[in-house]
């Protein structure tokens, strides 16, 4: 559990790093560094580059390769990124490449559980693109705690959660329970 939650740390710290280096590269393009000082903001575009590559989940390609086999450690890792939910250049599509991978694997209880965890705090975060990914994941987690908890949450005061949680019901409701995993 430690090594677990030491990754979604990593990943939250280089995630945070990332995007700070391409806000860094935004503001200095803006400001005109690009055409005054040519090497300072190639320095920048090195140092973003750095951080992008350090933000994502070591050994990519290979983590995809081995999410398709269902291998724990990389089922683990792609969790840990959703679970940390770093917002960086290009993370969500990142995040929803993981999705369609881990989706399809064999997951053990713990990890189905956690996966769960990760849906509903996407349904209370901010509205993002790769949402209707994280539709596909619940579908692939289903439970009928989940169903109940993302039900409850269509009542809820804020606007943002109850019409995500409605989107989700949405979601449940187009493919029977019946057809779901048994967890």
């Keep these: 559990m430690r090594?677990?939650?030491?990754?979604?740390?990593?990943?939250?710290?280089?995630?945070?790093?990332?995007a700070a280096a391409k806000r860094a590269v935004d503001e200095a393009f803006r400001g005109g560094l690009r055409d005054r000082d040519p090497e300072a903001y190639g320095r920048l575009l090195k140092e973003f580059g750095a951080c992008m590559h350090a933000a994502y989940?070591?050994?990519?390609?290979d983590?995809?390769?081995?999410l398709k086999n269902a291998k724990r450690r990389a089922i683990d890792t792609a969790t840990a990124f959703l679970e940390a939910d770093p917002w960086f250049f290009r993370?969500?599509?990142l995040k929803a490449q993981l999705i369609r991978r881990l989706k399809r694997a064999t997951l053990t209880a713990e990890q189905a559980e956690r996966l769960r965890r990760v849906v509903l705090a996407r349904v209370e975060g901010p509205?993002?693109?790769?949402?209707a990914a994280y539709g596909r994941l619940a579908l692939a987690v289903r439970s009928p705690e989940l169903e109940a908890r993302i039900e409850e949450m269509t009542r809820g005061a804020d606007?943002?959660?109850?019409?995500r949680a409605r989107w989700m019901m949405l979601r449940f409701r187009s493919v029977p329970a019946a057809k779901a995993r048994v967890w």
């Design 127 to 131: 509205d993002r693109n790769e949402f």
């Design 3 to 18: 090594d677990y939650d030491d990754l979604v740390r990593r990943f939250r710290e280089t995630g945070a790093a990332a």
């Design 57 to 61: 989940p070591k050994g990519t390609p």
């Design 159 to 163: 606007a943002g959660i109850a019409r």
């Design 63 to 66: 983590l995809y390769h081995d």
């Design 91 to 93: 993370s969500g599509y």
